[in-house]
């Protein structure tokens, strides 16, 4: 049996603890936020999300059980945003995680209870949401039209497809990581990236498949307009022909 790499166990364990958040009735705001201090990335948050109460969180997702370090962390995060932290895990490792974390006022949403507790229509609106996550990560998500997206848009797109971090493609713009922040966010309103936060991996390959299916309807785009004007032409010699063969039956019925 071939197990899954740690980064696509995390993505999946992350993606389901969405669903069981949403199906707790929390609101997902943003996820793999990239928290950046003095225009350096310093760390990037699961899972930003709103209780029913409208206390906000900031939500570490483990594929296993936490730790001491763990509790720490997702504390420390919380702390310098402003947040509540809460761990979506399958417990604790021992009970010095568990005592930290009730110390520390860490809330924690145990995996394996929900997955025994869900009924058959919430875990398919579990899985339905993985599956949508899962298509808009690699880019299957509607895109506004061609002419839609403004040139400064493209600008955001392209730098984002050639850096290797936020940084860099700051650099590129020559703009500050906060501006390319707010740039960022911007085509998420739009719907030219996807509303979901993502590390900058992800959005360098969203960018590049963004612009690689943008130059496909492009040149698709180009193609039908050759072959409408290439129906026309033919439809002008048809009528071209037409015209003359009834000329000529005209002057051949001529005494």
Same mark, same amino acid.
């Given at each position: 049996?071939?197990? /899954?790499?740690?980064? +696509?166990?995390?993505?999946?364990?992350?993606?389901?603890?969405?669903?069981?958040?949403?199906?707790?009735?929390? =609101?997902?705001?943003?996820?793999?936020?990239? %928290?950046?201090?003095?225009?350096?990335? +310093?760390? *990037?948050?699961?899972? !930003?999300?709103?209780? /029913?109460?409208?206390?906000?969180?900031?939500?570490?997702?483990?594929?296993?059980?936490?730790?001491?370090?763990?509790?720490?962390? &997702? $504390?420390?995060?919380?702390?310098?945003?402003?947040?509540?932290?809460?761990?979506?895990?399958? #417990?604790?490792?021992?009970?010095?995680?568990?005592?930290?974390?009730?110390?520390?006022?860490?809330?924690?949403?145990?995996?394996?209870?929900?997955? +025994?507790?869900?009924?058959?229509?919430?875990?398919?609106?579990? &899985?339905?949401?993985?599956?949508?996550?899962?298509?808009?990560?690699? #880019?299957?998500?509607? !895109?506004?039209?061609? *002419?839609? %997206?403004? =040139?400064?848009?493209?600008? +955001?797109?392209?730098?984002?497809?050639?850096?290797?971090?936020?940084?860099?493609?700051?650099?590129? !713009?020559?703009?500050?990581?906060?501006?390319?922040?707010?740039?960022?966010?911007?085509?998420?309103?739009? #719907?030219?990236?996807?509303?979901?936060?993502?590390?900058?991996? *992800?959005?360098?390959?969203?960018? @590049?498949?963004?612009? @690689?299916? $943008?130059?496909?309807?492009?040149?698709?785009?180009?193609?039908?307009?050759? !072959?409408?004007?290439?129906?026309?032409?033919?439809?002008?010699?048809?009528?071209?022909?037409?015209? *003359?063969?009834?000329?000529?039956?005209?002057?051949?019925?001529?005494?």
């Amino acid at each position: 049996m071939i197990l /899954p790499k740690s980064k +696509v166990k995390g993505r999946s364990s992350e993606r389901i603890a969405r669903g069981i958040l949403e199906k707790l009735g929390y =609101e997902i705001l943003e996820t793999n936020k990239a %928290v950046v201090v003095d225009q350096s990335e +310093v760390f *990037e948050v699961d899972i !930003l999300a709103r209780s /029913p109460e409208g206390e906000k969180y900031c939500v570490e997702v483990k594929a296993g059980r936490a730790s001491v370090s763990d509790v720490r962390k &997702v $504390y420390a995060d919380s702390k310098l945003l402003g947040l509540k932290p809460m761990l979506v895990c399958k #417990g604790f490792s021992d009970e010095a995680a568990e005592a930290v974390a009730k110390k520390l006022g860490v809330k924690m949403i145990e995996l394996s209870e929900y997955y +025994v507790l869900l009924e058959p229509e919430e875990l398919e609106v579990i &899985v339905r949401t993985a599956v949508m996550d899962v298509l808009r990560e690699y #880019g299957f998500y509607p !895109l506004p039209p061609w *002419e839609a %997206v403004k =040139e400064e848009d493209w600008k +955001v797109i392209e730098a984002i497809s050639e850096a290797e971090t936020f940084e860099d493609a700051a650099k590129l !713009l020559g703009i500050s990581v906060e501006d390319l922040g707010r740039k960022i966010g911007g085509l998420r309103g739009a #719907g030219i990236l996807p509303h979901v936060g993502q590390d900058f991996s *992800e959005l360098k390959r969203n960018s @590049q498949q963004i612009i @690689q299916r $943008y130059s496909l309807v492009r040149r698709l785009e180009l193609i039908e307009n050759r !072959l409408k004007k290439l129906e026309n032409i033919l439809l002008e010699l048809k009528e071209t022909i037409s015209s *003359e063969s009834v000329r000529a039956r005209v002057k051949s019925d001529i005494p």
